[in-house]
């Protein structure tokens, strides 16, 4: 199984960026699904992007496009996720996930989980 760590995380002020990635190990990880997710508190966890295997495809909330840019790196394995014009609404903890092959873009159907990386946005 795919283990995944988030890194990039931390507290920046309205209109400012972050990029957070995700290095992956324990797996065949270039021919996997990528996806990000954030969880803010008391909310479910919500998706936010996602990338295919080749980078050839990418899927955003309403809410991040024209704001976030997921990328991947295959031989590097890792993921990125650019966020710019950041809003306090963004707050949450970003997860990074990871699925064999795509099938949906709910949480179900991701098989690999970080343990998450918090981003704080202050207005």
């Known amino acids: 199984q795919v283990q995944l760590v988030e890194s990039g995380g931390g507290l920046v002020q309205a209109g400012g960026s972050l990029r957070l990635s995700c290095a992956a190990s324990?797996?065949?990880?270039?021919?996997?699904?990528k996806g990000w997710f954030r969880q803010a508190p008391g909310k479910e966890r919500e998706f936010v992007a996602g990338?295919?295997?080749?980078?050839?495809?990418?899927y955003y909330a309403d809410s991040v496009k024209g704001r976030f840019t997921i990328s991947r790196d295959n031989a590097k394995n890792t993921v990125s996720l650019q966020m710019n014009s950041l809003k306090p609404e963004d707050t949450a903890v970003y997860y990074c996930?990871?699925?064999?092959?795509?099938?949906?873009?709910?949480?179900?159907?991701?098989?690999?989980w970080g343990r998450g990386t918090q981003v704080t946005v202050s207005s």
């Open positions: 324990g797996g065949t990880f270039s021919s996997y699904f």
């Open positions: 996930a990871a699925a064999p092959r795509f099938r949906s873009l709910r949480t179900t159907d991701f098989d690999s």
């Open positions: 990338i295919s295997w080749s980078g050839g495809r990418t």
